[in-house]
């Protein structure tokens, strides 16, 4: 197996770390008001959302109206997608040690989306160096996590089935994309050591408590 850094996606200008550069004063000027980046208006507080350009590969900040214009089928002959806001669980997944081994992740959370422009799967996971891509083939995909039926409903680009493990039990979740890219974010931003260290160990456990607390789990995948 093969792993590389992922150019799957860039991140938002509104998440990108900001050098720090020379100041002139010692009181921090106040952070610029975030913007669409589509028609620029600024974005009020708590209406953010993101959009996946299909062609850069890459998140975008947007406001409400132009989250709900490319919630569109084929708007912009389909080059952005709104990132939806659906989170589900399904707690009757089949994942054991013996299907994780198959996948070589070589970390205990990874995320998996298709492509659309590339008719395939991919599958990622939090590293130091970002998102870092697994090598994986499409029959291993299939055999270990394609029978999920989260991964049946699960929308290309824009949303992403994200699994966790931790003590010898695996947790499925169908999120937003964004939320696996935030997730990276914060991982390479508290990683320290080869496995992480308690910092980020600590964070990856808050940040799925609250996975956990917003996901529901639909009919189709509940017990009968």
Known sequence: MSTRPSPTFAAPAAVQ?????????????????????????????????????????????????????????????????????????????SLDDSAWDLLQIPVSVAFFFRNAALDRLVALYPSPAGATESELDPSTWQQVIGRSRLAEMMEPDVEALLVHRVDGRYACFLVPIDSCYELVGRMRLHWQGFDGGAEARADLEQFFDRVSTRARVPREVGRP
């Open 17 to 93: 770390p900001v050098a720090a550069g020379l100041r002139r004063f010692r009181t921090a000027a106040p952070p610029a008001p975030e913007r669409c980046e589509l028609c620029g208006v600024q974005v009020a507080e708590g209406a953010h959302r993101h959009l996946v350009d299909t062609d850069k590969r890459s998140l975008s900040c947007a406001c409400t109206p132009c989250a709900l214009l490319f919630e569109q089928r084929g708007a912009a002959g389909g080059r952005f997608r709104t990132v939806p806001d659906r989170w589900l669980a399904e707690p009757d997944h």
